[in-house]
T-cell receptor, first 114, second 111 residues
Framework: NAGVTQTPKFQVLKTGQSMTLQCAQD?????MSWYRQDPGMGLRLIHY???????DQGEVPNGYNVSRSTTEDFPLRLLSAAPSQTSVYFC?????????????FGSGTRLTVV | TQLLKQSPQFLSIQEGENLTVYCNSS?????LQWYRQEPGEGPVLLVT?????EVKKLKRLTFQFGDARKDSSLHITAAQTGDTGLYLC???????????FGTGTRLTIIP
């Protein structure tokens, strides 16, 4: 099915470990973003990209890296996991920008850092 | 800094009742969107409003964008159990592609 695919769905990390959350979309969307969702906080923007080779920081970028080498993929890297990064992570994409047509979201990755 | 505040945070009502949830900000937005999220899934876009004072209807759901473009409301008529979920508003400022989400309203419809 077309859409945004996130892997893995669940992950447990030890403090200090690194990992990459994968995100792929097959809709040829230019805009992609990563959000984290914590109880009572809504969704907070981590990083976003307006096209291949272009990325920018969102509201809470510290501790995360991104790259956009292709239109389809937008991986999120945790450099040295901390318990404060325990959260649900969502990747989203949009054809021409979220302002008019909104985002299509993946089903999320639930990350626990112990 | 949370620019979009939603109220109430939790709402539990009986099936068949009407309800309104609110999304408020001190900032002016170029557009505002409403999403619904179910457990274990990502948010799904319901509507986008772009003009101050705009009203959009989606079956039993009515969305309004404030005249000053700082607030929005979602009204549900004759709520059904299928309306249960987390409702999120999201806004963008003029000239900025970043979408900022509100804190969410968790709605439970009791059969």
């Amino acid at each position: 099915n077309a859409g945004v695919t996130q892997t893995p769905k669940f992950q447990v990390l030890k403090t200090g470990q690194s990992m990459t959350l994968q995100c792929a979309q097959d809709m040829n969307h230019e805009y992609m973003s990563w959000y984290r969702q914590d109880p009572g906080m809504g969704l907070r923007l981590i990083h976003y990209s307006v096209g291949a080779g272009i990325t920018d920081q969102g509201e809470v970028p510290n501790g995360y890296n991104v790259s956009r080498s292709t239109t389809e993929d937008f991986p999120l890297r945790l450099l040295s996991a901390a318990p404060s990064q325990t959260s649900v992570y969502f990747c989203a994409s949009s054809a021409t920008g979220p302002l008019n047509y909104g985002y299509t979201f993946g089903s999320g990755t639930r990350l626990t850092v112990v | 800094t949370q620019l979009l505040k939603q109220s109430p945070q939790f709402l539990s009502i009986q099936e068949g009742e009407n309800l309104t949830v609110y999304c408020n900000s001190s900032s002016v937005f170029s557009s505002l969107q409403w999403y619904r999220q179910e457990p274990g899934e990502g948010p799904v876009l319901l509507v986008t409003v772009v003009t101050g004072g705009e009203v959009k209807k989606l079956k039993r759901l009515t969305f309004q964008f404030g005249d000053a473009r700082k607030d929005s409301s979602l009204h549900i008529t004759a709520a059904q159990t299928g309306d249960t979920g987390l409702y999120l508003c999201a806004g963008a400022h003029f000239g900025n592609e970043k979408l900022t989400f509100g804190t969410g309203t968790r709605l439970t419809i009791i059969p």
